[in-house]
């Protein structure tokens, strides 16, 4: 079927590069290194990518018979830049939520996280263990995500204006400025690796957010009715648990020790 999708593909006149967008700013699914490294690749602006993203955009690059181009773009700029045909899919770190997916289309999930909150290691929210802990904390989230808005369901919660990056939001925290932010499990692993002073706390069944599927998922996003969308399930489909949790590992033991 993939060979088939991959004939009708090449006989439409399909560019022989996939142009993916990313932040490059956002580990362990994607960030910018200055080095050229055995698993990294070139941005298209200069440096170069590694992490999640990068990974499994590279199996997807690689199945379609396509070269990879990773194409460096600001988190609010994904979208209109795949709409535009800047680019050809998002391999960004990106939830399939009701509201993207009335601008954009996406495929099967290629993997799945929790939501924890980022913290110092000497803050009194370090120990806590259900979202009512965190009465009267200093927390924020990255603009326009989900993590931002499920910040609401903290009773009592001192919500603070939210952050471009994750980079910004580690600096706050260590500083004091804020008492914590949310991230999914990679990402606040991937904080704590890099910055010893910071910890984060995950959450028992019943005693942490309430997300929807969709928002516990990450997916590629392509433009509405493309036949991408299909071409990369059938290549995700192939992508065992096991190999999918193998190259988390694998990213966020490489990772930078700072952005």
């Known amino acids: 079927m993939l060979a088939l999708l991959l004939a009708l593909a090449a006989a439409a006149g399909v560019c022989e590069t996939l ?14 290194q200055s080095g050229e490294s055995e698993e990294a690749v070139a941005i298209a602006a200069g440096g170069y990518a590694d992490g999640y993203d990068v990974r499994i955009a590279k199996i997807i690059a690689q199945e379609l018979g396509r070269e990879l181009e990773i194409v460096k773009t600001e988190w609010d700029g994904l979208a209109p830049a795949l709409m535009s045909g800047k680019i050809d899919c998002i391999i960004a770190g990106m939830s399939p939520t009701e509201e993207r997916k009335v601008t954009i289309d996406f495929t099967d999930p290629y993997y799945t996280t929790e939501l924890c909150v980022v913290v110092r290691k000497d803050s009194a929210y370090a120990g806590a263990q259900s979202l009512a802990d965190f009465a009267g904390a200093k927390i924020t989230g990255q603009l326009n995500t989900f993590h931002y808005n499920v910040i609401d369901q903290i009773p009592d919660v001192s919500k603070q204006p939210a952050m471009e990056t994750f980079p910004a939001m580690m600096v706050a925290v260590t500083a004091g400025a804020i008492d914590g932010y949310i991230a999914d499990r990679p990402g606040a692993v991937s904080a704590i690796t890099s910055n010893p002073e910071l910890t984060y706390v995950s959450f028992e069944e019943g005693n942490g957010f309430e997300i929807s599927a969709d928002d516990s998922q990450i997916a590629v996003g392509v433009q509405k009715g493309s036949e991408l969308a299909g071409q990369i399930n059938a290549i995700l489909a192939e992508i065992t648990e096991e190999e999918r949790n193998a190259i988390m590992d694998a990213v966020v033991a490489a990772q930078p020790l700072s952005e």
Do not use: F, I, L, R
């Not at 993916?20 to 994607?30: I, Q, R, S, T």
């Open 19 to 32: 142009k993916v967008g990313m932040e490059c700013n956002y580990a362990p699914y994607n960030w910018t």
